[in-house]
């Protein structure tokens, strides 16, 4: 297989395999982010994800199942058999909004049909890089269109063999292509010393040269690896960890090989306690030590750590295990949400999913939640800054207190305001769940008015905002519909103005793009002459386009001048979708 595989399917069979080459063929043939195969599942109408590439699966899960009458870029592939295309957030919001709203992040995606005798076998889907417009990835959509019609031939083959072409398990989920974890780099063990008993993983005993007929073995056989020198020392570092108290570093010792770090925990300390005068069983990892990066990283005051593209923890700083409040042993080779639980709660997964598929760090805070009893930062309180920062191969993170003069950059996302905000607040405050709390939020708005209403309690307070207008389209003029926030009259001279004007706010419903503006100097030169209500300040212009058809515009003011991170004028472009739809709702009925 091209990558490496991930989860409960380790020995997948020969249409998984079949379907995994040819996913993560998809992803080299378009520089894509991830990419996934859909099969039609033994439910009627129900499509299910079959092999995910470049992801995590836990932070795809809500789009697992699909069914195939949904309006969604997959479904319409499958069910009509033609190939979508969206280049762009902007294009997912006027064709697929519900699904840009789900991902408001600035990819494109392409979803190409598998052909099969009597319609679609599945569909294979790529998520790229943004493009500014659809003629940009006609090329890689040709590619993968080739890649679907030899996938067709090769399926054919298994049908033809009576192989069952359904799938109705959770999705096989693979390492891109070249960008697996060093093999053996990360080895872990274990010693229970009321029985005397080692055992050790293929990459401990590859690091550790550890025979494979000796284990499971007595601990002789474990410091036995080591430099004879080091053989006793290493036996009662083993021993201390066995009376509760394991050494509070990691531990370098040498082998034939080179330098190793070993490190030892125990593993139920912080769950149950032996029976009186009973050992504690050692847990314990061994690293190659010979990177510089890494011992460089070790002297940083910030924590540093790094996850691969299936949220695997390849690389932890003891600073950042200080922090993260878990020993390096409980967390180093296991993915993110299981070595460190509370950072794979929702709010947090969201920002990773922004980080896994878009080019830009992402920066958020977040409220750390130890166990009981667990170790605490002693110069820092509750709240961590984090920021993520992606590659091709791994994401590098770096995890600071909050309430310390060394903050992280300034985030998309308000800062909790205190640490006593609960840990819902801090989820409400997150850019990517406003789409959500939006969509929820028009369920109720059967009129315009009542649209209007809701995105200025909704969308103002969660970007900072105090200006609102929106225009609606009649007649190829437009009306507005709703304001808050501008001076008494100057939104009149504006009142009913023709699609042929040059104002920002005509331009971006005609041109279907968002315009931003930092500062009012700048909407100034980019408009000469336009009338102005404040001399400080921001301003963005949202189309409001639903089902491919302009309703209007909405205009954003803010009061003092600021810049739009990459992940705010995504989200906000998917807003904007949302509440064209509800405007469209509102004049139907």
Not at 223 to 237: I, M, Q, S
Request: aromatic fraction near 6%.
């Amino acid at each position: 297989m091209t990558g490496s595989v991930e989860g409960r399917n380790a020995e997948p069979g020969r249409l998984a395999t079949l379907l995994a080459d040819a996913a993560a063929e998809a992803i080299r043939a378009t520089d894509g982010r991830a990419a996934g195969i859909y099969l039609p599942s033994g439910a009627p109408g129900v499509l299910r994800l079959a092999v995910l590439v470049g992801l995590p699966g836990r932070l795809y899960r809500p789009w697992w199942r699909l069914h195939a009458h949904r309006r969604f870029p997959v479904a319409d592939a499958y069910r009509l058999g033609v190939q979508v295309v969206l280049p762009n957030v902007t294009e997912a919001m006027r064709r697929y909004p519900q699904f840009a709203a789900g991902l408001p992040f600035p990819v494109g995606t392409i979803c190409v049909p598998v052909p099969g005798k009597e319609g679609p076998y599945g569909v294979l889907t790529v998520l790229r890089p943004a493009a500014s417009d659809a003629t940009e990835v006609l090329a890689e959509r040709d590619r993968l269109a080739e890649l679907a019609e030899d996938l067709r031939v090769a399926v054919r083959r298994l049908e033809e063999d009576g192989e069952s072409l359904v799938w109705d398990d959770e999705p096989l989920c693979i390492r891109p292509p070249g960008t697996r974890l060093t093999p053996g780099r990360i080895g872990r063990f274990t010693w229970d010393p009321a029985t005397d008993v080692v055992t050790a993983d293929d990459a401990a005993r590859a690091l550790l040269r550890l025979p494979a007929e000796g284990l499971p073995g007595p601990a002789a056989t474990l410091t036995g690896a080591v430099a004879p020198g080091e053989a006793d020392r290493f036996l009662e570092l083993l021993c201390q960890a066995s009376r509760g108290g394991p050494p509070p570093a990691p531990v370098h010792l040498h082998t034939p090989d080179g330098t190793r770090l070993v490190e030892l925990w125990n593993p139920d300390v912080t769950d149950r306690r032996p029976a009186v005068g009973a050992p504690y069983p050692v847990g314990g990892i061994v690293l190659d030590a010979a990177s510089m990066a890494d011992a460089a990283a070790d002297q940083l005051p910030q924590g540093v750590f790094c996850l691969d593209r299936l949220g695997l923890i390849g690389y932890a700083n003891p600073r950042a295990a200080e922090l993260l409040g878990e020993p390096r042993a409980r967390f180093l080779g296991r993915p993110l949400w299981e070595g460190v639980p509370w950072l794979g709660e929702t709010a947090c997964e969201d920002h990773l999913r922004a980080a896994l598929l878009s080019p830009d760090p992402v920066h958020f805070h977040v409220r750390r939640s130890g166990r009981e009893g667990g170790p605490h930062d002693r110069n820092g309180g509750d709240w961590l800054a984090v920021s993520v920062h992606p590659g091709p191969d791994i994401l590098t993170c770096t995890v600071t207190p909050a309430n310390r003069g060394t903050e992280a950059p300034a985030a998309p996302a308000p800062a909790p305001a205190s640490a006593d905000a609960s840990d819902a607040e801090v989820a409400a405050t997150s850019l990517v769940h406003r789409p959500i709390v939006l969509a929820i939020a028009l369920t109720e708005a059967a009129t315009a008015r009542q649209v209007s209403a809701v995105v200025m309690q909704e969308l103002l307070p969660a970007f900072g905002g105090r200006r609102l207008a929106i225009y609606l389209l009649q007649e190829r003029h437009l009306y507005l519909a709703w304001e808050t926030g501008f001076p008494p009259g100057f939104l009149a001279p504006f009142e009913g103005v023709s699609l042929s004007a040059r104002l920002p706010g005509v331009e971006t419903l005609t041109t279907g793009q968002p315009l931003f503006f930092d500062s009012m100097q700048a909407l100034s030169d980019a408009y000469p002459g336009i009338p102005l209500d404040a001399t400080e300040g921001a301003r963005a212009f949202l189309p409001l386009i639903a089902s491919g058809r302009p309703f209007g515009s909405c205009i954003l003011g803010f009061d003092r001048p600021r810049s739009f991170s990459t992940e705010e004028r995504t989200v906000l472009t998917a807003l904007a979708g949302l509440i064209a739809h509800a405007m469209e709702k509102a004049q139907r009925y």
